[in-house]
């Protein structure tokens, strides 16, 4: 019994080139050996990370821009709102403040200061600077009502 085998044609890519010859004109089944990798082959990983990195710093570039977009609706809509709540003090004669006890700095909406019949310059924005502007017979149970809020904020 004798085997019979086939051999199937090899052909040397870098031959092929050298002469000329499409591989499309090889007979069916042939293997073409010492083909050199196209550059897609060859840099396929790099080319992909390098897409993968464009793909996510455009990405971050666009939600940067998204959250600067809802920033700035925040920022108009907090506008409006000091502008409702200015109206609204001017409407009710009424002011706000805060006290900041660290820093001892006072801040004034306008109202207050309207109140008090001051400019915004006539007033240096700590709690002494406050308490020249209380008339002197009313003073002392000024302080006293500021000390016992101090020493017990509950009551």
Same mark, same amino acid.
């Given at each position: 019994?004798?085997?019979?085998?086939?051999?199937? +044609?090899?052909?040397?890519?870098?031959?092929? %080139?050298?002469?000329?010859?499409?591989?499309?004109?090889? +007979?069916?089944?042939?293997?073409?050996?010492?083909?050199?990798?196209?550059?897609?082959?060859?840099?396929?990983?790099?080319?992909?990370?390098?897409?993968?990195?464009?793909?996510?710093?455009? $990405?971050?570039?666009?939600?940067?821009?998204?959250?600067?977009?809802?920033?700035?609706?925040?920022?108009?809509?907090? %506008?409006?709102?000091?502008?409702?709540?200015?109206?609204?003090?001017?409407?009710?004669?009424?002011?706000?403040?805060?006290?900041?006890?660290?820093?001892?700095?006072?801040?004034?909406?306008?109202?207050?200061?309207?109140?008090?019949? $001051?400019?915004?310059?006539?007033?240096?924005?700590?709690?002494?600077?406050?308490?020249?502007?209380?008339? +002197?017979?009313?003073?002392?149970?000024?302080?006293?009502?500021?000390?016992?809020?101090?020493?017990? +904020?509950?009551?």
């Amino acid at each position: 019994m004798s085997l019979i085998t086939l051999s199937v +044609p090899k052909f040397d890519w870098r031959q092929l %080139k050298r002469w000329g010859i499409s591989e499309d004109r090889l +007979p069916s089944g042939s293997v073409v050996q010492y083909k050199e990798w196209s550059f897609w082959e060859e840099r396929k990983r790099e080319i992909i990370a390098g897409i993968a990195v464009i793909i996510f710093q455009a $990405l971050v570039i666009v939600s940067l821009f998204i959250h600067r977009a809802r920033r700035n609706r925040a920022v108009e809509a907090l %506008k409006y709102e000091k502008m409702r709540l200015a109206e609204g003090q001017r409407i009710a004669h009424l002011g706000s403040w805060e006290w900041n006890i660290v820093t001892n700095k006072l801040s004034w909406s306008g109202e207050v200061y309207w109140i008090f019949g $001051l400019e915004l310059h006539e007033f240096g924005s700590t709690y002494e600077d406050f308490l020249d502007t209380v008339h +002197p017979d009313d003073r002392e149970a000024v302080e006293h009502a500021v000390n016992k809020a101090l020493a017990d +904020p509950k009551s």
